[in-house]
């Protein structure tokens, strides 16, 4: 039953090395990474559930490490990283490459500005829309590139 062992060590090998990658890149560009105004270079990755299912595992663990370290608290670890959990699952069922950025940037609009919300007292529309825009800017900007050419190495996730 499931995976032979080999491609189970693959899969949990993928999602790991893609959780780091998240993890790491969310933290080096810290600055840019949290509250209100954000953009979260590493939500470009948001774009491997196309590919792999094992993103979405890493991501979550990625977003779950990175969200630790941000430092706003048990509320936006568990939301803000069931967010990324909800996205890249969505993410396995979109089948157009135009729409595979979309549920990031709304379900992370809607939860990470509702988190934010909740736990700095920022306005609600202002900070859903602030949010939004980066994630525009990181799924959009930045991932839907990265999907392009990942499209042409599509070998690279056998």
């Not at 470009?44 to 979550?60: D, E, I, K, N, R």
């Not at 939860?111 to 829309?129: D, E, K, Q, W």
């Not at 800017?137 to 392009?148: D, F, S």
Request: proline fraction near 6%; glycine fraction near 10%; include cysteine.
């Amino acid at each position: 039953m499931g995976f032979p062992r080999k491609k189970r060590f693959s899969y949990w090998t993928r999602a790991a090395m893609i959780a780091a990658i998240y993890a790491l890149m969310t933290v080096i560009f810290a600055p840019i990474s949290y509250g209100m105004i954000q953009v979260r270079i590493s939500e470009m990755l948001m774009v491997l559930p196309f590919f792999t299912g094992a993103a979405v595992p890493g991501l979550f663990v990625g977003c779950l490490i990175a969200n630790i370290y941000g430092g706003y608290g048990i509320i936006d670890i568990v939301f803000g990283s069931m967010a990324t959990l909800i996205s890249a699952y969505l993410v396995t069922k979109i089948k157009h490459r135009w729409l595979v950025p979309l549920p990031p940037v709304v379900i992370n609009a809607l939860i990470v500005g509702a988190v934010l919300h909740s736990v700095l007292g920022l306005p609600f529309y202002l900070t859903v829309a602030w949010v939004g825009a980066g994630q525009v800017i990181a799924c959009y900007g930045l991932g839907l590139p990265l999907l392009m050419i990942l499209e042409k190495r599509q070998d690279i996730f056998s």
